[in-house]
């Protein structure tokens, strides 16, 4: 049994877009409300905060409805199909509002702007779900980490051919001096990458034929199947099933409270703590992705080899010991980055991105392997209104301790998450991709 990487890099693509919007939003948005709008920070903050709010209610929501769809063209695309257009639609008016609004500002744009805001996160909400769970509607359980290895290195791409259209459409010799910077161009950008990418899935991809194959392939392994028939037809997790599900979602949120303390705090914790301008701060982060991106496809091939378990507790491992010698490093430091200090902590940040790539690739696939197919959107959800808690969680309580404790517990902050993590994962007992089964074991070993 193998992966088919053709079929999946062209089922990526649908997450390829998702990712290079977000990069985008998450990018030009709080700059747009900042400085056209002259919104302050709390105001923006709440704002940008909104997007994961929304997805904790809307991702298990149209996850759950995607798994009950009947449509012609599958369970997923029509969700895909109608949710990108939407989107695009609606991206693509925020730049006209902003232009508007700073040659003739009125409180009336100010209120559409922030209206066609909300419209645009609720139209991602509506196919982020169904996005993610085609990849494991159509790939046999075993094979869902190598899978998901593809998929995210499919949105890394997203966003990196978002960050280099950017950084040349709108470099500093460009914008300087402008009064006004206009984002048009780049949102049309965006908007055709994501049409392009809804193209390739919609045309190359026959949801419901290989949705079919896979299910042909799971019936010839009940073994695989981890839920029961209570008799009324409807599938039931057993007990210790439902206690693995739960303590892998604890530990989901638990490691996303680590790692997006990094995301969100790392730019301002370097400035006020090393002196560190944004450029050199985000260049540290940049190297955790490279590092990330390079161990995707690693990651979940390791999974085959030793299990999703094991895989995920490595990177677990990796990324507290690189947070507990980045604490000594901040204590030992002396003021000033030599080259010595910025080649070590280049090195430290990598490991985190390896690590995160361990654990990233392999808790979804470790999630929805314990529900039956038919449930694949439902429990996709579950995984990201854990997921989407945590980073809604983290920016305030890190923040807070950073602000009333000091900014020495940035490092100690996000190690005792991840021992945390590492904790609760010894009392998941379910969803590996590396069980023993009861026949079909040479399908197990041939897979690469």
Request: hydrophobic content about 50%; charged content about 15%.
């Amino acid at each position: 049994m193998k992966l088919d990487t053709g079929k999946t890099v062209r089922i990526g693509f649908a997450f390829l877009s998702i990712c290079a919007f977000w990069q985008m939003y998450n990018g030009i948005v709080p700059l747009i409300l900042k400085t056209t709008f002259h919104m302050n920070e709390t105001i923006t903050g709440v704002i940008m905060a909104a997007d994961n709010v929304l997805g904790l209610f809307l991702l298990p929501l149209f996850g759950g409805i995607s798994d009950r769809c009947k449509n012609k063209m599958g369970r997923r695309k029509p969700f895909i199909l109608f949710g990108t257009i939407a989107a695009v639609i609606l991206m693509l008016l925020l730049p006209l509002i902003d232009n508007s609004y700073f040659e003739n500002p009125t409180i009336g744009k100010e209120i559409l702007f922030v209206a066609i805001l909300g419209a645009l996160l609720v139209a991602m909400g509506t196919y982020r779900s169904p996005a993610v769970a085609l990849m494991p509607d159509v790939t046999p359980k075993p094979l869902r980490s190598q899978g998901n290895a593809i998929i995210n290195l499919m949105g890394a791409i997203g966003g990196i051919l978002y960050l280099l259209i950017s950084s040349v459409l709108y470099s500093k010799s460009r914008t300087e001096g402008l009064e006004h910077v206009n984002y048009f161009l780049l949102f049309l950008i965006v908007a055709g990458i994501m049409l392009a990418a809804l193209c390739i899935v919609m045309i190359t991809v026959d949801e419901r034929k290989l949705s079919d194959e896979v299910a042909k392939i799971e019936a010839e392994h009940p073994e695989w199947d981890l839920t029961e028939d209570d008799g009324s037809g409807n599938a039931e997790l057993p007990k210790d099933v439902k206690k693995s599900l739960a303590f892998v979602l604890i530990s989901v949120a638990l490691w996303f409270i680590a790692y997006n303390a990094l995301e969100t705090w790392f730019t301002t914790f370097a400035n006020v703590e090393w002196g560190l301008p944004l450029g050199s701060a985000n260049l540290f982060l940049t190297i955790a992705t490279g590092g990330a991106i390079l161990t995707y496809v690693p990651s979940g091939a390791l999974a085959a080899k030793i299990g999703r378990k094991k895989t995920i507790l490595l990177g677990v491992v990796m990324m507290a010991a690189c947070f507990v010698a980045s604490f000594i490093f901040y204590l030992s430091f002396s003021g000033t980055f030599t080259t010595g200090d910025t080649i070590l902590f280049y090195v430290l940040l990598f490991i985190v991105g390896m690590g995160w790539a361990f654990i990233n690739v392999n808790s979804l696939p470790m999630v929805i392997e314990m529900c039956k197919g038919s449930d694949v959107g439902k429990f996709t959800g579950y995984y990201y209104t854990f997921s989407m808690s945590a980073q809604i969680v983290t920016p305030i309580l890190c923040g807070a301790l950073l602000r009333y404790v000091g900014y020495w517990v940035f490092f100690p902050y996000a190690c005792v998450f991840m021992v945390l993590a590492f904790l609760t994962m010894q009392f998941v007992k379910h969803g590996d991709g590396n069980v023993k089964v009861k026949k079909g074991l040479a399908a197990f070993e041939e897979m690469d």
